[in-house]
């Protein structure tokens, strides 16, 4: 097979069934085209030019390129690749990066076409592209921004800037990341490196009752093979509880399809797969428990020793039961939503190479989790080995949104690593991504809200129960979110509230963008509506009576002391709500920090390396947040470094620990451990000395916060309740015409201080994306301990040309505790989301929507085909 890659004349004379994705990133070693979706054809991220047309390359076999003219990004005029990466950086199209690549591929189609596309257009272009970061509104921009430098024969005007917070510096190595040359965890090569692959259970519940690997072991190219019987250290890891196994033994009994049996490494990929279906595996099929109800019934079966209720979380404040019966008005309803898919575009993948510490046999572990330390400790006592044999690097990954917190592939390329001492790759496809990893839990909730004859709220009583799936990640922390978010971001005299937390043998319930949040809202501003419509009162105005402000306290009892700005949010609606034909509208509060009496801490250190090298180390995940980008424009407002001296890196050998990147912490704890790491060298550049005096000085730092309190617990003598140290607050409404079609979505969100406005904008966009789909077509639904399907296209994923408008307005209320007043924005952004669709769709025809997804696709003005 003859053809042209990139203007050069190739020929291929092997497999030729092999795809043309896999040849380009295997053989012809060209990384920008990615794999998000394992040849379904959905994601668009692996697209190319094929004779001047957009293809996707995992479509194609190498037997189709007979003759043709292959282009890559690589292959691009330099003035068109200029033009594209400054214009993603300038506008903000670009969060991960992941699928960026493919899209700009997709619009350089686009443009040799038609030059001067409208927006809709270029919407209409991106169909087949898939973005789970930006929620396609700065993309969009960022191709008209680019389409006019090229069709003008000009450069992007970039802005120009110190660099300071609140500045629009551009995103941290997002040029890179546009061009494809950011270096995500699959695309790393080592010579002589072999590739990991492993055997799932067949069965949601089975006794495992003999493993034969002898075929497996047959296979050509076959290293090694290994069972739960080959780990040397601990087997079972966990985050919380210790009760997730690396690897299920003979004997025991599997609690979901994402178990891991046995683990294979070859020199191939292929063959590590080709023995991973040699594997033979004898069961005793159990039935499996699925219905979270039935598992709570004494005849259940038990999943594990201590039953199959994995946490129970309560508050109760005041008199809820009397307030209620002498409330004037009473709204009670039961709500469910469903289980969600994360759907980052980047499958989890761990690159594990022999490494030596102090002259002692260690790994280093390239990871695309969210959260290096976290991790290591796990791979250290998986090892049995010291934490410090253990280096864990942080490979900025292709998007997380709480699904890469715990382990997937990275316990399994270390232990290949270790015994074969080679390096390995394990990386997931789409498919076994959809079976192992920790979805959003599905809350059945019961809510009974009652108010006042003068629209105040006197008492909420709320029952909640969680599917956590097999095991127990961070379940219960997620109800425990769910319980003291119950009121939402109102004040209530009275609550009780309960939740429960249950194991079942699906596949497990972890953290995601909202982690219960978004649950409780949809409930609670349900029911906020419903108690507007039977006592008259104005959904605005209601909503502002009882808005939680300074000295009032939240569910679990927490009295507000500053930085309240769920009012500052509302006000910022109020007209265009009035003035709304039909509209829906929603208020909401997400946490900072972990809080619930767990520490939130963070280190930081600053190495000065050359008079034009600063190197800033941290323990946070870059996952297309920006939180790289936090800490060099925090570390430039304190010394005042041109931006350009400044690298980030996160790994574990330098020992700047910080927890797991979660809970919308992560601009708040890398903003305050860099400020106070970086008094040190503020003093001495003040003194006079310049950074080539200063070369091979060290600055040390780390801020904690260590004085929150447990959920329903009384706090410690004369301690008051402080659930978490910081909250941020919203207001979303949704605009809907005579049709049923949303024609904009406004959100008004306090932020505290917006460190980056491009940054702070992407997020808040690319949450309402995600939040919307999660009130109208997202689901990932289970039957017998089985997803219904494990294609991505049937995830309900909007698509660009499906996005309705939507426009973000920044409010600061200062808050006390975070860097320059900031507060975590990065899950609020689609708390309230769901339940202002729901209540704009109900002033449409009068119909009140309890459970998630709505379905309701003439909201996105399509026809009930579904969404593709």
Not at 131 to 137: A, F, I, L, S
Not at 187 to 192: I, L, N, Q, R
Not at 693 to 712: A, F, H, P, R
Not at 780 to 791: E, I, Q, Y
Request: proline content about 4%.
């Amino acid at each position: 097979m003859d053809f042209i890659l990139n203007g050069k004349r190739t020929s291929y004379d092997a497999n030729p069934e092999l795809s043309v994705l896999t040849y380009l990133r295997e053989v012809a070693g060209i990384i920008s085209p990615k794999d998000g979706c394992s040849g379904e054809g959905v994601c668009g991220c692996c697209t190319i030019l094929v004779d001047g047309g957009a293809r996707l390359s995992c479509r194609m076999k190498m037997k189709d390129v007979e003759g043709k003219r292959l282009t890559t990004l690589e292959g691009l005029p330099t003035t068109e690749r200029d033009a594209f990466a400054d214009a993603f950086v300038l506008k903000g199209g670009v969060q991960c990066g992941f699928c960026t690549p493919g899209i700009v591929m997709k619009a350089k189609a686009m443009l040799d076409k038609n030059p001067n596309p409208t927006r809709d257009e270029i919407a209409q272009g991106l169909t087949t592209n898939l973005c789970r970061c930006t929620g396609y509104k700065k993309v969009v921009d960022s191709i008209a921004c680019a389409a006019e430098a090229i069709r003008e024969g000009k450069p992007v005007v970039m802005a120009t800037g110190t660099g300071k917070i609140g500045s629009r510096h551009g995103k941290y190595s997002g040029r890179e990341a546009v061009l494809g040359e950011r270096v995500f965890v699959a695309d790393m090569k080592e010579p002589g490196m072999l590739f990991g692959a492993l055997k799932f259970s067949d069965h949601p519940r089975a006794k495992v009752l003999h493993i034969d690997v002898a075929e497996a072991l047959k296979v050509p190219g076959v290293e090694r093979v290994l069972t739960a019987t080959d780990i040397p250290g601990k087997r079972i890891v966990g985050m919380i509880f210790k009760d997730w196994p690396v690897m299920v033994a003979e004997g025991e009994i599997t609690r979901y399809i994402g178990d891991v049996l046995a683990e294979v490494a070859a020199t191939t990929e292929a063959a590590a797969r080709e023995a991973v279906a040699r594997i033979r595996v004898e069961y005793e099929v159990l039935p499996p428990v699925t219905d979270i109800f039935e598992a709570l019934k004494p005849e259940s079966p038990q999943i594990t020793d201590k039953g199959n209720t994995l946490s129970i979380s309560e508050v109760r404040v005041g008199d809820p039961e009397a307030a209620l019966k002498a409330a004037a008005f009473v709204t009670r309803g039961r709500y469910e939503t469903q289980r969600i898919e994360h759907a980052f575009l980047e499958m989890e993948a761990t690159f594990a190479v022999p490494w030596q510490k102090d002259g002692e046999k260690g790994v280093k572990v390239f990871d695309c989790g969210q959260g290096v330390y976290e991790d290591r400790v796990q791979l250290a006592a998986m090892l049995g080995l010291a934490e410090k044999r253990v280096n864990v690097v942080q490979v900025q990954n292709g998007g997380g949104f709480g699904g890469k917190e715990d382990l997937t592939t990275q316990g399994h390329a270390t232990l290949l690593c270790w015994h074969t001492e080679r390096p390995v790759m394990v990386r997931l496809t789409r498919q076994e991504s959809l079976r192992m990893h920790p979805k959003r839990h599905p809350i059945v909730m019961e809510y009974a809200l009652g108010c006042d004859a003068n629209g105040k709220l006197t008492a909420l009583i709320s029952t909640m129960h969680s599917d956590s799936g097999a095991y127990a990640s961070v379940g219960m922390k997620v109800i425990e979110r769910a319980v003291a978010h119950a009121a939402a971001a109102y004040t209530v005299p009275n609550v009780h509230v309960k939740g429960t937390a249950v194991i079942t043998n699906n596949v497990p319930c972890g953290a995601m963008r909202g982690f219960g949040v978004n649950q409780s809202c949809f409930a609670m501003e349900s029911c906020m509506d419903e108690l507007c419509r039977m006592g008259g009162f104005d959904r605005w105005q209601f909503r502002w009576d009882n808005a939680l402000v300074e000295g009032k306290s939240t569910a679990t009892g927490q009295i507000l002391k500053g930085g309240v700005g769920v009012r500052a949010c509302l006000e910022a609606l109020k007209e265009r709500f009035q003035n709304a034909k039909i509209a829906g509208l929603a208020a909401g509060i997400k946490n900072t920090g972990i809080g619930c009496g767990m520490p939130d801490y963070g280190k930081a250190k600053i190495v000065v390396e050359a008079a034009d090298r600063v190197v800033l180390h941290h323990g946070w995940c870059e996952m297309g947040q920006g939180v790289y980008t936090m800490a060099l424009q925090t570390l430039v407002e304190e010394t005042g470094i041109d931006p350009q001296y400044i690298e980030v890196r996160v790994d574990t050998d330098e020992e700047t620990a910080a927890g797991m990147t979660t809970a919308s912490r992560g601009t708040s704890l890398v903003g305050n451990s860099v400020r106070v790491t970086a008094q040190g060298l503020k003093k001495d550049l003040l003194s006079g000395k310049t950074l080539a005096d200063l070369v091979g000085q060290e600055y040390k730092g780390e801020w904690v916060c260590d004085w929150t309190t447990k959920v329903g617990h009384e706090p410690p003598p004369g301690k008051d309740v402080v659930t978490h140290y910081s909250y941020g607050y919203a207001a979303q409404m949704v605009e809907l015409d005579e049709t049923g079609k949303i024609t904009r979505i406004t959100a008004a969100h306090d932020a505290g201080r917006i460190m980056n406005p491009t940054l702070f904008e992407g997020q808040i966009e690319g949450a309402l994306h995600m939040g919307l789909g999660y009130a109208l077509t997202e689901e990932f639904p289970f039957k017998d301990g089985f997803p219904v399907s494990f294609k991505m296209a049937d995830l309900g994923i909007i698509r660009p040309r499906d996005m309705p408008p939507v426009e973000v307005i920044g409010v600061e209320v200062a808050d006390l505790h975070g860097p320059y007043g900031a507060k975590g924005v990065g899950e609020i952004g689609l708390v309230p989301t769901a339940a202002a669709v729901a209540n704009a769709l109900c002033q449409l025809d009068g119909i009140r929507r309890t459970t998630l997804p709505m379905r309701e696709l003439k909201a996105l003005g399509r026809k009930p085909k579904g969404v593709q």
